[in-house]
């Protein structure tokens, strides 16, 4: 199976913009053969702290949506995303997958980044996402997500790739890296991390997307200062085989560590 691992330059706070780049990125990334393209966190705006501005209704039948519907549908390509949702009196950064010109499942980020403020301005989802279909089986989080193992560890349970977008600054671009790779070793699963570059509200971010194997083997270039796409060809069932190999889930002790907790 084979992902686009976006490297975009958000135009700030500007969706018309940032749907052309969109469209662009995935004609070429449909044109590679990919069955799958991933956008950074909060793909149309940027890490926005002003969602009153930019929010949408979840599901179907927003701007959002049905441009990333439309160009799944005629490219005939899944696309993993991020948006803002609006709801009654809040908003929530989610990411959401779309195949066949359709929403499959939606995602809203469990830890908003209260360091950047955005606990003051979206509230944190409290539900894992398992999208499961016959030739997949994936588990996305979003950004600061990242460096909480204990949810990967859940969703690892059942599946065999998990995704990471996210609007990871430069400064502490070596915590990403490390932490992706951790994920991928503890998890033995594939790791698929897709950032954003250039800069965005007085903010440098370097082209650092990259794909981990189960081993934690880096599957990717190593970053390059462009913004060029980068392509990862996965074989999902090397899951079973390398866990079967080392099977380390099998020593966990998970009512155990539950009780240190207490």
């Known amino acids: 199976m084979r992902f686009a691992l976006?490297?975009?330059?958000?135009?700030?706070?500007?969706?018309?913009?940032?749907?052309?780049l969109c469209t662009e990125l995935t004609e070429q990334a449909a044109a590679q053969g990919c069955d799958w393209i991933?956008?950074?966190?909060?793909?149309?705006?940027?890490?926005?702290?002003?969602?009153?501005l930019f929010a949408e209704p979840?599901?179907?039948?927003?701007?959002?949506?049905?441009?990333?519907?439309?160009?799944?549908?005629?490219?005939?390509?899944?696309?993993?995303?991020?948006?803002?949702?609006?709801?009654?009196?809040?908003?929530?950064?989610?990411l959401v997958y779309?195949?066949?010109?359709?929403?499959?499942?939606?995602?809203?980020?469990l830890h908003p980044f209260s360091f950047g403020e955005e606990s003051k301005h979206y509230i944190a989802g409290d539900k894992l996402s398992?999208?499961?279909l016959p030739d997949i089986c994936i588990s996305g989080f979003i950004c600061y997500d990242l460096r909480f193992p204990?949810?990967?560890?859940?969703?690892?349970?059942?599946?065999?790739?998990?995704?990471?977008?996210?609007?990871?600054?430069?400064?502490?671009?070596?915590?990403?890296h490390t932490l992706l790779q951790a994920r991928a070793i503890e998890n033995q699963c594939?790791?698929?991390?897709?950032?954003?570059?250039?800069?965005?509200?007085?903010?440098?971010?370097?082209?650092?997307?990259?794909?981990?194997?189960?081993?934690?083997?880096?599957?990717?270039?190593?970053?390059?200062?462009?913004?060029?796409t980068l392509y990862a060809d996965l074989d999902l069932s090397d899951v079973a085989r390398y866990r079967e190999s080392f099977p380390l889930k099998a020593d966990r002790r998970e009512s155990l560590y539950q009780t240190f907790y207490h």
């Not at 991933?38 to 009153?52: D, I, K, S, Y």
């Not at 995704?163 to 671009?173: G, K």
């Not at 800069?199 to 200062?225: K, Q």
């Open 190 to 228: 594939f790791i698929l991390g897709v950032n954003r570059t250039g800069y965005g509200n007085g903010i440098s971010y370097t082209a650092s997307s990259a794909a981990y194997a189960p081993t934690g083997e880096l599957l990717t270039p190593a970053a390059s200062a462009d913004t060029g």
């Open 58 to 94: 979840e599901g179907i039948g927003s701007s959002t949506a049905d441009f990333f519907c439309s160009l799944s549908r005629g490219l005939s390509i899944g696309i993993i995303y991020g948006y803002i949702a609006a709801h009654a009196d809040s908003y929530t950064n989610r």
């Open 98 to 109: 779309v195949r066949d010109g359709m929403i499959l499942q939606e995602y809203a980020k």
């Open 130 to 132: 398992i999208l499961s």
């Open 150 to 176: 204990e949810i990967f560890q859940a969703v690892s349970r059942q599946v065999k790739l998990i995704v990471v977008i996210a609007n990871w600054p430069a400064s502490r671009i070596t915590h990403w």
């Open 6 to 20: 976006t490297q975009m330059d958000i135009v700030w706070e500007n969706p018309v913009e940032n749907r052309r």
């Open 38 to 52: 991933v956008f950074p966190e909060m793909t149309l705006t940027g890490f926005t702290m002003h969602p009153e």
